[in-house]
């Protein structure tokens, strides 16, 4: 980060370079649209390289950097707010010990199954599914970008799951016993667990009862399934369209530099 502050072209290459794949697949499920999260990509990088000396530390780069991509699709939807969107999944399959075909097929699908499910909920919760679940910030990583404060951020991503897995219902519940009127709500305990914010005696209490509930025990499982999937759609890409991008980006911020 520091050469390419400075101007060394190669430095920043490798650091466009490195943001790119996150980014385009940010740009890709928030503006649905292949055509416009390309647009969107090269907008990103070419901000992120011509403002990289203002960038002063107060986040991570990941985290500037999608504040720089939101900006970019919302400009790109205030342009094209009356044309409809388009829905792709082109979700990137993580690498890895080599799995079976039937483990594969069973990844992929699930992966397919979530990308949709993520498409069909509000853009609120999609982008903070996509930072946090997706992408893996931090709490205060996505309260940033979002412009949230933490306690506010954990609170939407709490609703975002919830939505998340009525989308899923469906697809990885369709068999499940329906569940008790005085089952307690686990999704949201479950989200609570994870952002280390659910009390020790209530975590043990809601363990207790999904052990002898074989219905949240269901929803339980279907939820982390659910979330599994999104991280594992998360193994960046530097495809060749994307080296493309980068190297577009990094020629124009180069001629402005020597102009």
Not at 19 to 31: G, K, N
Not at 101 to 129: F, N, T, W, Y
Not at 131 to 154: F, H, I, N, Q, Y
């Given at each position: ?75 790109r939807r ?182």
């Amino acid at each position: 980060m520091a050469r390419a502050r400075d101007g060394d072209r190669a430095a920043m290459e490798e650091l466009l370079a490195w943001v790119a794949p996150s980014i385009q697949r940010f740009a890709l499920r928030m503006c649905r649209n292949e055509a416009d999260a390309d647009d969107v990509l090269q907008d990103a990088l070419l901000s992120i390289a011509t403002h990289l000396h203002e960038f002063e530390g107060r986040s991570s780069l990941p985290s500037w950097a999608f504040t720089l991509t939101r900006s970019a699709c919302a400009r790109r939807r205030r342009g094209l707010k009356n044309q409809p969107a388009d829905s792709d999944d082109v979700l990137v399959a993580q690498p890895g010990d080599a799995p079976g075909p039937e483990e594969v097929a069973l990844r992929g699908e699930a992966r397919l199954i979530v990308g949709q499910a993520l498409d069909r909920v509000s853009e609120e919760h999609r982008e903070v599914l996509l930072l946090r679940d997706v992408e893996g910030l931090t709490a205060p990583e996505a309260a940033l970008t979002l412009g949230l404060s933490v306690d506010a951020l954990k609170s939407r991503l709490h609703r975002a799951r919830a939505a998340l897995r009525d989308e899923l219902r469906s697809a990885f519940e369709a068999d499940a016993a329906p569940r008790a009127p005085g089952c307690p709500d686990v999704v949201r305990a479950l989200s609570e667990k994870l952002e280390g914010d659910l009390d020790p005696s209530a975590c043990a209490e809601m363990e207790k009862h999904v052990e002898g509930c074989p219905a949240c025990a269901r929803t339980c499982d279907a939820l982390k399934d659910a979330l599994r999937a999104c991280r594992s759609s998360s193994t960046p890409a530097l495809t060749p369209e994307i080296r493309a991008r980068v190297r577009s980006a990094l020629s124009k911020w180069w001629s402005s530099r020597r102009g």
